[in-house]
């Protein structure tokens, strides 16, 4: 990025390249810094020419919105700015509005929201207090920052597409990445049980869903959200699909992303344990086996996704880093 930058600069800055170069180098940015947890250096500035997102769209994102901000701790204004944001990019792949939206519109909110939110995560890594200091509502709002991330960049990955960016997010390392910061987050004081403590447990489904819906079918990361997913049911004493749906949808949703994925998630959690080898423990988690392996530090994590998925380094038990 350092010689994108410095052409940037050679030119005049970002105002003075066209639409299309600037939104690649947003793109760039946010490729690169995302797993590093920096902030991109440019803010997104909307294109002129573009037309905003209906205004009916933007009252019902809005009222949405508000029944999320319910179910969480007291959000400052960056939160407030994802949630509704995340609203309208999930009202735009809805049927009554997907042909009354320009895709320049869909770009306008996902780009600065994208910026936004990397900043909000950035802070949060920088953030010096000690893990036990934070208060549970920090650790709750760090957590939805995560789960958010991933799903706007696979459950809302029609706006990339619509943006001119396909699906390069949804099944690229990053991905991988940001399931394992999840699952770091959620385990956080896992054991004291701070999400029923601070009576946001439907908050708490709601991003165990998204991991779960994000992972891969088979894969260790969906079997670890799907068996908490399994607890939390019976601790709120969902007793059928169409309640374990209705709390997801107060939060962001879609049907293209989410219909599906809750009808098999709820039949995985509702049945029988999936059962364990002798050799196994009951709080094994792929989180806490890499972690054993690379430690606490997250750049390790990365480096490890980075060789062992771009690379084609299959072998977690091979990998050194």
């Not at 809005?62 to 960056?78: F, G, I, Q, Y």
């Not at 509005?97 to 600065?112: H, L, T």
């Amino acid at each position: 990025m350092d010689a994108v930058y410095r052409l940037v600069e050679r030119r005049g800055g970002m105002s003075k390249l066209g639409d299309l170069a600037q939104r690649a180098i947003h793109w760039n940015e946010f490729y690169v810094r995302a797993p590093i947890l920096q902030e991109p250096r440019y803010p997104y500035v909307p294109l002129k020419r573009a037309t905003a997102l209906p205004s009916a769209l933007r009252e019902e994102a809005a009222e949405l919105a508000s029944h999320t901000r319910a179910k969480l701790p007291v959000c400052d204004a960056p939160v407030l700015r994802l949630l509704d944001g995340l609203h309208q990019l999930s009202l735009t792949a809805e049927m009554k509005w997907k042909s009354r939206v320009v895709s320049s519109a869909i770009g306008n909110v996902m780009y600065p929201l994208e910026y936004d939110l990397q900043v909000l995560m950035a802070e949060q890594a920088n953030d010096t207090s000690d893990q036990e200091e934070l208060s549970d509502s920090t650790l709750i709002l760090n957590a939805l920052a995560i789960a958010s991330q991933i799903f706007l960049w696979v459950a809302l990955r029609h706006g990339w597409v619509r943006c001119g960016l396909l699906e390069l997010f949804a099944r690229s390392p990053l991905h991988d990445i940001y399931l394992l910061m999840l699952m770091r987050a959620l385990e956080k004081r896992e054991a004291g049980m701070v999400w029923m403590r601070e009576r946001y447990p439907n908050a708490l489904v709601w991003m165990l869903f998204v991991g779960a819906a994000s992972g891969f079918p088979d894969g260790p990361e969906r079997v670890w959200f799907v068996e908490r997913l399994r607890v939390m049911i019976g601790l709120t004493h969902l007793g059928r699909a169409e309640d374990f749906e209705e709390i997801l949808r107060l939060f962001p949703w879609t049907d293209d992303f989410c219909k599906t994925a809750c009808a098999n998630i709820w039949l995985e959690a509702t049945t029988s344990a999936t059962p364990r080898g002798d050799g196994d423990s009951e709080n094994t988690s792929p989180a806490l086996s890499w972690r054993s392996r690379y430690g606490e530090d997250s750049s390790s994590w990365v480096k490890y996704f980075l060789c062992s998925r771009c690379f084609g380094i299959g072998n977690p038990g091979i990998v050194e880093v």
